[in-house]
């Protein structure tokens, strides 16, 4: 079965064609990736300083036809060969995701075709199938993208169990504010991860928030303020010298990022001790982060765990994930796939509600 995904939940266009051939034979999921296109909308939102939600619905429209003809090309495959269209059905940007809703369910009614509205989050969980060493199920996903924080278990395709999630910011706003605060452009995430590689170890002594709170919750936002602080108190010094602000600014972010990375790394060791699972993966734009990666690999070494990525471009939005999702739903039972035309999305959605059936 070849599967088209249609990704418009953000900031990125993205569109692919899945194959599930491999997948059925028990051969590497990456195999069947046939092509794909993407188009970040990053340079033209960066002037705002962050998303803004009508300029990306126009930007969608117009790149989503031309990044289909892309993946086609790419695969050497014509719309005919496709047998349904998935799409990003939310949570996201309302108008957002009417774009790729529209676009697919008019494509799949015009080729007489199922189409299957996809939880964004699902493709980020499910994404690490595509890396060269799968996850086995059941595995832990620590979930850090830039509208969520979540612990998740994962018992199975569509068997998904929340364990803890943030109570304010998200692991990626958290990052983008910071930067923001820094002087870095948005999204700050790749950024301010780069400018702490030059940065001291533990010159400020910034909180982890809720380290020790007992559940796998997380909250962000006191870190963001506790960084505004320290910028405040260094400016308030009247500092001129640029060289010592930028030595600052490499300090505070290696601060903020050792912080950041020990209490996603101590709540998701917590978990795995809990629940007894081996494989952790790890999804989302945050997922990309190199200091992240490094401590969750030292952590998962010392304790005998498994810890699995996502091909690492595949870590921010993408319509590989949402093909993929789309895909292992529709060949499993109850696959929520439809001939509707209506253009339905779910801007907030929550992915437990979307479970399948055991
Ligand atoms: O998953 P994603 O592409 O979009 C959402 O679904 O939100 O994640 C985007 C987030 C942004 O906040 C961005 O700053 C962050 O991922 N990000 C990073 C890195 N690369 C992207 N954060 C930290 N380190 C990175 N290397
Ligand atoms: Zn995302």
């Known amino acids: 079965m070849i599967v088209l995904g249609i990704e418009t939940s953000c900031d990125e266009t993205g569109v692919a064609l899945y194959n599930t051939t491999p997948w ?17 909308q990053i340079a033209m939102h960066r002037d705002y300083g962050g998303v803004v939600p009508e300029l990306a619905s126009r930007d969608h429209i117009r790149r989503v036809l031309p990044l289909l003809d892309q993946s086609l090309a790419q695969s050497g495959l014509k719309l005919g060969d496709i047998d349904a269209v998935a799409y990003t059905q939310g949570p996201g940007l309302a108008g957002a995701l009417l774009v790729g809703s529209a676009f697919a369910k008019s494509l799949a009614q015009g080729l007489k075709l199922p189409s299957i509205g996809v939880h964004h989050l699902e493709g980020h969980l499910l994404s690490p199938l595509l890396g060269q060493t799968a996850p086995e199920f059941p595995f832990i996903a620590l979930l850090v993208s830039g ?7 994962v018992s199975g395709i569509g068997q998904y169990e929340l364990l803890g999630e943030t109570l304010d910011d998200a692991a990626g706003e958290a990052f983008d504010k910071t930067a923001k605060l820094l002087g870095l452009d948005y999204p700050g995430g790749a950024a301010i ?64 990022v050792d912080a950041i990375v020990a209490v996603l790394v101590s709540k998701s060791e917590k978990v795995l001790e809990q629940t007894g699972c081996k494989h952790l993966v790890l999804a989302g734009g945050v997922g990309a982060n190199a200091q992240l990666r490094q401590a969750l690999n030292n952590m998962a070494s010392k304790r005998g765990y498994a810890v699995h990525y996502p091909p690492i471009e595949l870590c921010t939005d993408n319509g590989v994930m949402i093909a993929f999702a789309g895909a292992l739903r529709m ?5 929520g796939s439809t001939r509707s035309g209506a253009f339905d999305v779910k801007p907030r959605w929550d992915l437990q509600s979307n479970n399948l059936a055991n």
């Not at 997380?218 to 009247?238: P, Y």
């Open 193 to 256: 991860s780069k400018l702490a590689e030059k940065g001291r170890v533990g010159i400020f002594d910034l909180p982890k928030p809720m380290l020790h709170s007992g559940d796998f919750d997380f909250s962000f936002s006191g870190l963001k303020t506790a960084v505004l602080n320290q910028v405040k108190k260094w400016e308030a010094n009247s500092h001129s010298d640029p060289q010592g602000r930028d030595q600052f600014h490499a300090d505070l972010a290696r601060s903020f």
């Open 24 to 40: 059925e034979a028990g051969k590497p999921a990456f195999e069947g990736i046939l092509g794909q296109g993407l188009h970040s």
């Open 147 to 153: 509208g969520h924080t979540q612990l998740m278990k």
């Open 331 to 335: 060949l499993n039972q109850n696959n």
